[in-house]
């Protein structure tokens, strides 16, 4: 199982980003993926979720700003960041929910 994240980088508060995980080494079609996050000195925090058929869940800090989706064709999710803000900095990690892989992360940082 291989994740890569990317996409991150330094943006302005009010900004946006679009994270991507390709995957490899699992049939992706049928798996739920997740996006998480962990700030400086804070535990990893569950970002957004999106199951093999498209339901998608967020946590309440990030409703309304971030989409989740993901591209069978290609075994990627992405995370869409509208609106960001400093306390969306984190490295953001994506997760295979069936069996708990990681990928290695990838750093946002939201200047205010």
């Known amino acids: 199982v291989q994740l890569q994240a990317s996409g991150g980088g330094l943006v302005q508060a009010g900004g946006s980003l679009r994270l991507s995980c390709a995957a490899s080494?699992?049939?992706?079609?049928?798996?739920?993926m997740s996006w998480y996050r962990q700030a400086p000195g804070k535990q990893r925090d569950f970002v957004a979720r999106?199951?093999?058929?498209?339901?998608?869940n967020y946590a309440d800090s990030v409703k309304d700003r971030f989409t989740i989706s993901r591209d069978n064709a290609k075994k990627t999710v992405y995370l869409q960041m509208n609106s960001l803000k400093p306390d969306d900095t984190a490295v953001y990690y994506c997760?295979?929910?069936?069996?708990?892989?990681w990928g290695q992360g990838t750093l946002v940082t939201v200047s205010s």
């Open positions: 080494g699992f049939p992706f079609s049928i798996n739920a």
């Open positions: 999106i199951s093999s058929t498209g339901s998608t």
């Open positions: 997760y295979r929910v069936v069996d708990g892989s």
